[in-house]
């Protein structure tokens, strides 16, 4: 089976009108500034109107009598209006590209947190390049539409309008003799708004292909180069691009041919005007200042109209953006805090599940079947000889059509726990194990609150944890996870996790606790060390005792455990996870999701699953004598290493 992720094809229209007013709802608290940007505009629109009739008025009142002092006069005034205008504009450019900076920061702010809000299911079905693109390409080209759009639209609006009546009011003859061309531009602007919406269509979607490609091919890169598979994915990288770079052509193109057509239409405009208005000046029925007017006006004339073109792609790609970026704000919050919280400060450490029935989101069980399947391909073969045959998603009915199970929720997977129900004491430590796919790290997401269940409860201290706020709850919840995840910064940055509470003498004493202070004090600079971007440059042994550390130094008094990782280290540091796992389960309660059977003997009790259910709970003895799937999987695994078991106790 394979995992598809639709792209995000941009959809919908060139403008849309609710889009654009939600987008303007973050000009909002900087109105009076907007204002003072679109006054400026409309003055600077202004200075360059005055301009060619400043020249009219040289050549009509003064050049033709020979007024020199007039001349001088009039070219000061033509001047002070450049230089006004010039100044105006600086000054509106200034104050536009600063709202446009707030504009954006505020969105991002606001993305970033509402990205914060949504629950582990969302990011399973949306890959980080696409979210990266989301919160970088597409912020930018709001930011584009706010500087170069919304603003500055108004300017070029006033401009034609203000060139339409200075024609008119100078000579309707020439201003008609302009207009005739008007058809053929009008035209040529249709053309390329359709063929550039398809094009900005088009990049987009690359964009974010690309994005997610490098973002995946980087992450994974030891897995590329280990594989030898750095050819085989330069070809599809150089196929992704390739296709952009197609895409970027084709806008090229349109480009390319609108302003030179848009400049020939001008020059044809002009040649009318010249052919014609030279007519009437030869006829003395128009002067000449009025024809240079003219010409002048008709320059300016077209130059809005390519700026409103130039506009037309902003605002299209930037309508295309924030369709993406709302549809992410949007994006409901499933795991949410009850409007009346109970609030927990002090916890015992009791957990409970009372009946839970819970199913994936159907996007990431898709996910999930996929890889349970290819996990438990070469597993068959083996724990079918023993007659015991690990949960398969694939050949499973569907749990609606299973008597005696209620009907999967619509838009969910099936149901990965069925009925579990189980009590853990304050200060037990509880091991979970079961075959891949039996719902044993599922306890865990939901102990988290990374997900709700559909049916059932569970509680901690007696109370719903969906009534507690999740960040009260996670405070009193540590979670060491086999692929430990490190950020970028120092050791004790990670082990602290930006909890200014926790000093850094608890910091060092909190990597003691664990042993993982003598690898941290042989570091060049100690606990001030670098730590690269996931903890590249530490062994996953090291990282795993940075995660103990880290558990510890917060001092939960739930701590949830998968102990995978104890399986790719060496011996030495094998045994010192486990002196430090035994070390941090002391005192609270305590739950570790065990695949490895050898480190969960001393554990306090054992739940065994199967297919979502509980079939078998008790310490690790006592289930070695009821000869079931628990004997099943320490026998497996111990015949694997051709390890001498010892005889077991005849089941009664």
């Known amino acids: 089976m394979s995992v598809h992720f639709q792209e995000d094809e941009i959809l919908g229209k060139a403008y849309d009108a609710r889009l654009m007013r939600r987008l303007l709802q973050y000009l909002r608290p900087y109105r009076p500034t907007v204002v003072v940007s679109v006054v400026l505009l409309l003055l600077a629109a202004a200075a360059d109107l005055v301009g060619p009739y400043f020249v009219k008025v040289a050549i009509d009142r003064y050049i033709r009598n020979g007024d020199l002092a007039g001349v001088t006069r009039i070219s000061l005034y033509y001047l002070l209006a450049l230089v006004a205008g010039a100044a105006v504009r600086y000054g509106q450019n200034y104050i536009t590209q ?145 296709d952009h770079l197609a895409s970027h052509k084709q806008a090229i193109r349109g480009f390319a041919l609108f302003f030179p057509s848009v400049g020939f239409i001008s020059a044809v405009a002009i040649a ?143 149901w990965v726990l069925k009925g579990v129900s189980f009590r853990i004491h304050p200060g037990e430590s509880v091991a979970v194990v079961g075959h891949t796919g039996a719902g044993k790290t599922s306890i865990i997401n939901l102990i988290s609150r990374f997900y709700d269940p559909q049916r059932g409860q569970v509680l901690v201290d007696g109370v719903d944890i969906r009534r507690y706020p999740q960040r009260d709850l996670r405070r009193h919840v540590g979670l060491v996870l086999q692929d430990v995840f490190l950020f970028s910064g120092t050791i004790a940055s990670n082990i602290r996790l930006g909890n200014a509470e926790i000093s850094d003498d608890e910091v060092r004493r909190a990597a003691e606790f664990v042993n993982a202070h003598r690898f941290i004090e042989r570091s060049p600079n100690g606990y001030a060390s670098e730590v690269t971007e996931r903890g590249s440059t530490l062994s996953a042994g090291q990282r795993q005792l940075i995660a103990f550390a880290r558990a510890i130094s917060h001092n939960p008094e739930i701590l949830l455990v998968l102990d995978e990782a104890t399986s790719s280290v060496d011996t030495e540091t094998e045994i010192l996870i486990q002196d430090a796992l035994s070390k941090v389960l002391r005192g609270r309660t305590s739950i570790i999701i065990a695949h490895r059977l050898s480190t969960i003997q001393n554990v306090d009790r054992i739940i065994v699953m199967h297919k979502g259910r509980i079939v078998e709970e008790g310490n690790h003895r006592e289930l070695l004598t009821r000869g079931g799937i628990y004997t099943k999987l320490y026998q497996l695994q111990y015949r694997d290493q051709e390890l001498r078991l010892p005889k077991l106790p005849t089941p009664s």
């Open 272 to 414: 009318l005007l010249i052919w014609y208005g030279g007519g009437q000046v030869v006829q003395n029925a128009v002067t000449l200042g009025v024809l240079v007017a003219f010409i002048q006006y008709t320059e300016r004339f077209f130059r809005p109209i390519q700026d409103l073109a130039e506009k037309y792609n902003i605002l299209q790609s930037a309508m295309a953006s924030s369709e993406r970026i709302f549809g992410i704000l949007d994006e409901p919050v499933s795991v949410q805090d009850p409007a009346d919280p109970v609030p927990l400060e002090r916890v015992r450490g009791e957990v409970e599940f009372r009946d839970v029935w819970f199913a994936y989101p159907a996007a990431e069980f898709a996910a999930a079947e996929y890889a349970t399947n290819r996990s438990e391909t070469s597993d068959s073969a083996h724990v079918e000889g023993d007659g015991v045959k690990p949960a398969s998603r694939a050949d499973a009915p569907r749990p609606a059509m299973v008597r005696g199970e209620p009907p999967v929720p619509e838009g969910t997977g099936e």
């Open 98 to 242: 600063t709202v446009g900076q707030r504009v954006m920061y505020d969105l991002r702010m606001e993305l970033f947190a509402h990205l914060q809000r949504l629950s582990v299911a969302f990011y399973t079905r949306n890959p980080v390049g696409r979210l990266m693109t989301r919160i970088t390409n597409d912020i930018d080209a709001l930011y584009e539409m706010v500087t170069s759009g919304v603003v500055t639209v108004f300017g070029d609006f006033f401009m034609l309008a203000g060139i339409i009546v200075a024609m008119l009011v100078l000579n309707w003859r020439l201003a008609l003799v302009t207009f005739v061309v008007l058809p053929a531009l009008i035209g040529m602007t249709m053309w390329f708004q359709v063929r550039s919406r398809e094009s900005y269509r088009a990049i987009r979607v690359r964009i974010a292909r690309i994005n997610a490609y490098l973002n995946e091919n980087i992450m994974g890169m030891s897995i590329v180069q280990l594989f030898n598979r750095e050819r085989r994915n330069f070809g599809r990288f150089d196929e992704l691009n390739r």
